[in-house]
């Protein structure tokens, strides 16, 4: 076991008798790792209306995670996605941008275990989220701890999810160089992204001819680099060593001194030990537990005792309803005359008005004319027509047409006599249809107040007759009521206080749940320092990297041997972790051969990194392992026939049941066969009449 592993389960490495550090020799089959590292347990996806799982746990009475996973179905149903979800909630970039999960998803959230201790990670799905929130425990846990904000980016934040998942792999604070060949080189912090190269392995790469990056030099020098800290290989790894032991040592420090500061905060509030707060809120729960059920059966007694006013009950509510009819009515008629008696007013101007019209040419002359306008000599007689000829200048005038009746609105002609016409205006009609309207109204409004008078009566006597039958039920009920109030008035003085009680007992046990979580974090990173000082003392020479890359190599070959890969010659991974098959780069090879290739290659250096107890995270990740092989139209003849998907799953289970117990390998597959149903945790149908339709079930058309 390596000393990495020390550092997850908290042990010191063996040392010898001068205290220096031993070379330690792994023997899986002896003493296989159980809780090395990461191990992925659930996924939920929080929904808007539901929430979708997948169980990555055997089944009962086992515990723990399976040591096989296959997420089986149809495509195009979200099995890719499960994989993408949990890479995200590990601190991956993006999360899965499908139409259905950013209707329906609102967060998803990882049950892992980290060293063996169950730890839920929730990450924010929409837009990419800056934090992730983590807290030990399990899914669906009533009772949680505070959550715990770690930072996505930088990687090197001690605070990051990056560094504490790195942690557990005791790969805390590692750099890796941007020029390995120069020793003035700049470094960046390994994050936990670099690591998910060597523990996911995409669909779209298993057949691409950039298995390790090519197309990106910097992205392939770094994940060499990655497999060489995973395997301790790099070659100035004292001094790496002493640099990560300083930069543990600046953070042990900062821990502790935060650990101080929160006991000495603790300490003041003076709650006493976990154990007296955990009582104190147990007794809270249960006095106000015995309260609510005092409360109710008193409530029961009260009704009980009052039971024989329910006639008197029933006859004040009538009462009411009699009441507010009566009230109601009254403001309807009040309200009636008040906007009434306005308008009868203006009824009556403008009878004035008309009445002034009408009377207007008897009492002005529309004329006036007293002067001839020609030689200013008072006339003798007022200007007027006769016989169809104007007196005053003797001008003969139209005939005018017979006169018309009035409209209200403009002027006729009036003949005085044969041959002659005077205007006039006639408002007789106007005149009498107003003064008719106005007596109509006059009467309504008389109406309307004389029955003001009983209505208000009727009203008075209909609240004095519900608030007598009111104080009829209150003395009834009193009597019976009485030697209930106050025993109710302490039964929720007791309820109170219970609550009162059960908010400071989990605001302290919020407390030591944060003081608790920044111990742990304490003996963590002492436990890590411990080792790498030990290691720091022990390191004399790295390993050799020739040896691990032809063990590598052998694996390679030997994996590829097992699932008949056809022609197998020189198989082989060069010094640059590069794959090779019939002496050439695995690049020639069809996508059917580039697919075998790949999955060899990643489980090569998953199966040499676990059982030689190097600082791999333990669990592994495939997307497609049939891709090219004969599901499609697409497949490669070369592999379609000679290539049987049994040897793939054998190898897998052979290899889980001896050397890799305690590992755990994730893989999606559309058509798996019978041999591992075992192992299937889900088969999406894409059928609405087969649940499950997909990874977000609701969502079938």
């Known amino acids: 076991m390596s000393d990495a592993q020390y550092a997850i389960d908290g042990d010191a490495p063996r040392t010898d008798g001068q205290g220096q550090s031993a070379i330690l020799t792994p023997n899986v089959k002896d003493s296989p790792p159980t809780h090395r590292g990461i191990r992925v347990l659930r996924l939920r996806l929080k929904g808007t209306d539901r929430d979708y799982d997948v169980d990555f746990r055997a089944p009962a009475p086992q515990s723990g995670p399976r040591a096989l996973s296959v997420i089986a179905g149809a495509f195009s149903t979200g099995k890719s996605s499960v994989l993408e979800f949990v890479a995200y909630c590990l601190g991956g970039a ?14 998803a959230q990882l049950e892992v275990e980290l060293a063996g201790t169950p730890h839920v990670i929730e990450r924010a799905v929409g837009e990419p989220s800056a934090a992730a929130f983590v807290r030990p425990g399990r899914l669906g846990e009533i009772d949680t701890p505070p959550l715990e904000r770690r930072l996505i980016r930088p990687p090197g934040d001690p605070g990051s999810l990056s560094s504490l998942l790195l942690s557990y792999c005791g790969l805390e604070g590692v750099e890796l160089r ?51 800290v995973i395997f301790g290989i790099h070659d100035d790894k004292a001094v790496e060593l002493g640099r990560r032991v300083k930069e ?51 409530d029961l007694q009260i009704r009980a005792a009052t039971g024989f006013a329910s006639q008197l009950r029933n006859e004040h509510r009538s009462a009411a309803v009699r009441a507010q009819r009566a009230a109601a009515l009254l403001r309807d008629r009040e309200t009636q005359v008040q906007r009434l008696v306005p308008l009868r007013a203006q009824y009556a101007a403008d009878i004035s008005k008309l009445t002034l019209l009408a009377e207007a040419r008897t009492l002005f002359d529309p004329l006036e004319v007293k002067v001839c306008p020609a030689c200013l000599t008072p006339l003798t007689r007022t200007p007027h027509i006769a016989n169809g000829h104007c007196s005053l200048c003797s001008s003969v005038l139209p005939v005018a047409s017979p006169p018309q009746a009035s409209t209200g609105q403009g002027s006729d ?8 016409t005077t205007p006039a205006f006639d408002v007789s009609v106007e005149l009498r249809a107003t003064k008719s309207r106005l007596a109509e109204l006059t009467r309504y409004v008389e109406d309307l107040d004389a029955s003001l008078d009983q209505l208000r009566a009727t009203a008075a006597a209909t609240s004095s007759e519900e608030a007598e039958l009111a104080r009829t039920v209150d003395t009834a009920t009193n009597r019976a009521v009485s030697p209930f109030l106050s025993q109710r008035d302490d039964l929720m003085r007791r309820r109170q206080d219970a609550a009162n009680l059960l908010e400071r007992a989990r605001s302290a046990l919020r407390m030591l749940d944060s003081l608790d979580r920044r111990a742990v974090a304490v003996t963590r990173q ?20 020739r040896d691990v890359v032809q063990r590598i190599s052998h694996r390679y070959a030997d994996i590829l041997r097992t699932w008949n890969y056809p022609k197998q010659e020189q198989a082989f991974v060069d010094n640059n972790l590069v794959p090779h098959m019939r002496g050439s780069e695995y690049k020639v090879a069809s996508s059917g051969g580039r697919t075998l290739i790949s999955l060899a290659w990643i489980l090569a250096i998953f199966e040499i990194a676990y059982e030689s107890g190097s600082a791999h995270p333990g669990f592994l990740m495939i997307d497609s392992p049939q891709k090219n092989l004969g599901q499609d139209s697409d497949r490669d003849s070369e592999f379609a026939d000679s290539v049987a998907v049994a040897d793939f799953y054998r190898h897998l289970h052979d290899w889980l049941r001896g050397d890799g117990s305690g590992a755990q390998i994730l893989v999606v597959d559309n058509a798996p066969p019978q041999t591992v149903d075992d192992d299937v945790v889900v088969r999406f149908s894409r059928r609405s009449d087969q649940p499950p339709y997909g990874l977000v079930e609701d969502e079938v058309g």
Do not use: Y
């Not at 057949?207 to 390790?212: I, N, Y």
């Not at 002609?413 to 002659?420: C, E, I, K, R, S």
């Not at 790498?532 to 390993?543: C, D, F, I, M, N």
């Open 248 to 298: 543990l040592e600046t953070r042990l420090s900062q821990a502790r001194s935060e650990l101080a500061t929160a006991q000495a905060f603790v300490d003041e509030q003076d709650m006493g030990s976990r154990i007296t707060v955990e009582l104190m809120r147990s007794e809270a729960e249960r006095a106000a537990k015995a309260s609510d059920l005092a409360l109710r059966e008193l």
């Open 94 to 107: 993006q999360h899965p941008q499908h139409p259905e999960i950013l209707r329906k998803v609102r967060s």
């Open 178 to 228: 941007e020029a390995p060949t120069q020793a003035e080189s700049k470094t960046d912090p390994m994050s936990i992204r670099d690591l998910m190269w060597l523990c996911f392995m995409p669909n779209e790469r298993l057949d691409d001819k950039s298995l390790l990056f090519e197309g990106s030099p910097m992205k392939s020098l770094k994940l060499r680099q990655v497999v060489d």
């Open 526 to 545: 002492e436990n890590a320092l411990r080792v790498l000082r030990g290691e720091l003392e022990g390191v004399s020479a790295p390993a050799d990297r």
């Open 413 to 420: 002609m009036a003949v005085d006599d044969p041959g002659a």
